[in-house]
């Protein structure tokens, strides 16, 4: 039964999943593979046929029945679906070590984030360009997002002033915050929130470690 | 009733929500303060003062009815259990955009984290250094690793290659992995496996904001 009303909200567990079966497809057509089943991609990765296959209804791709998905098809129906293939402008608070980092990771515009624009408060970097990607003040932001139209914010700042700096880029526009810091913030209602916990990951890999 | 036997593995859910206490008790000492009770952490955080209190009893901190924790203490504290105070050894294996930026990020450090070195396959950066750190060719890595002992691999290749390139960091001593790709890598038991997923997390922000 697939669902195919774009009304219909995915759930954020199923879509978190897509990206692992676009890599594992894309890996498969560069095998020379033409076809796949979800039994197939079940084998390679622990999510049930079934469950894959309900998480695919939710994509405009019709699998045939005891054959499978044809790849190439796959590949550019969920490309599409997670946003991939559009340019998604975004803006960047706190060009420190971890800022500068993602201004200079090209890989997040082959996945649809174009960072338009850094911001800081420290002269030694504002009006400079970090990979080619410009730098300005922070109290520049209103004004400049008037042209830049950034609907994306990425948090980088000191943890200490992630509620503040996150509050100031939603009064500028902005309507999704991907928060790499570990403060927990707030958001409004209608304001979409993602966070990346880079130190949380780090916290459980030392704590499993036992290290 | 406070949990302090070692031996109890504190739940990962729990291990991930601790960082932000950390990230906000310290924010509470920067503007002078000095004890914090669960309450006052479950009004800046959305999470019930009674599950900070459970979560807290798993860390080796005694607070005092209806006063508080000591907010020097419980930071001291935190850092040591969540093993940001130690330096762990890691290798990172995939000196692309985002490999590079990750070893540039000199702020993994700060939370314990000590890459050592790289590993690629590509001519161009082999034998070089990226912000200090060397790059080696990924065939010497069995040989460097047993002066090196990182036991923390961090996975920055091609998706294509995330399971050989994991099944090899494992076979060279590797004994957790956290994986930047978008692949759905597997592991073998016993192995701890961290996966930062920053493509599923654009793909939600890209979802939920309908652009």
Same mark, same amino acid.
């Given at each position: 039964?697939?669902?195919?009303?774009?009304?219909?909200?995915?759930? =954020?567990?199923?879509?978190?999943?897509?990206?692992?079966?676009?890599?594992?497809?894309?890996?498969?057509?560069?095998?020379?593979?033409?076809?796949?089943?979800?039994?197939?991609?079940?084998?390679?990765?622990?999510?049930?046929?079934?469950?894959?296959?309900?998480?695919?209804?939710?994509?405009?791709?019709? &699998? %045939?029945?005891?054959?499978?998905?044809?790849?190439?098809?796959?590949?550019?129906?969920?490309?599409?679906?997670?946003?991939?293939?559009?340019? $998604? %402008?975004?803006?960047?608070?706190?060009?420190?070590?971890?800022?500068?980092?993602?201004?200079?990771?090209?890989?997040? =515009?082959?996945?649809?984030?174009?960072?338009?624009? &850094?911001?800081?408060?420290?002269?030694?970097?504002?009006?400079?360009?970090?990979? $080619?990607?410009?730098?300005? $003040?922070?109290?520049?932001?209103?004004?400049?997002?008037? %042209?830049?139209?950034?609907?994306?914010?990425?948090?980088?700042?000191?943890?200490?002033?992630?509620? =503040?700096?996150?509050?100031?880029?939603?009064?500028?526009?902005? %309507? &999704?915050?991907?928060?790499?810091?570990?403060?927990?913030?707030?958001?409004? =209602? &209608?304001?979409?929130?993602?966070?990346?916990?880079?130190?949380? $990951?780090?916290?459980?890999?030392?704590?499993?470690?036992?290290?």
């Amino acid at each position: 039964m697939p669902i195919q009303n774009e009304s219909i909200k995915i759930p =954020e567990p199923a879509l978190r999943r897509l990206p692992w079966y676009l890599s594992y497809v894309k890996l498969l057509k560069s095998q020379g593979e033409v076809i796949v089943s979800s039994t197939q991609i079940a084998k390679k990765i622990d999510v049930s046929a079934s469950q894959i296959a309900k998480d695919l209804s939710y994509v405009d791709i019709n &699998g %045939k029945t005891r054959v499978g998905y044809d790849i190439d098809e796959l590949i550019s129906v969920l490309e599409t679906f997670l946003g991939f293939k559009k340019s $998604h %402008k975004a803006v960047l608070f706190g060009v420190g070590s971890l800022g500068a980092a993602l201004l200079s990771d090209s890989g997040l =515009e082959q996945y649809g984030l174009k960072i338009i624009a &850094g911001f800081d408060v420290n002269p030694a970097i504002v009006n400079q360009q970090v990979h $080619h990607i410009p730098v300005f $003040h922070t109290d520049e932001f209103f004004e400049r997002n008037e %042209k830049i139209q950034a609907e994306i914010g990425i948090l980088t700042v000191p943890p200490g002033y992630a509620q =503040e700096v996150s509050d100031y880029m939603i009064r500028g526009g902005i %309507k &999704g915050i991907w928060n790499f810091t570990p403060f927990r913030i707030r958001v409004p =209602e &209608g304001v979409v929130l993602q966070n990346t916990s880079l130190y949380a $990951h780090l916290a459980v890999m030392f704590n499993r470690l036992g290290s």
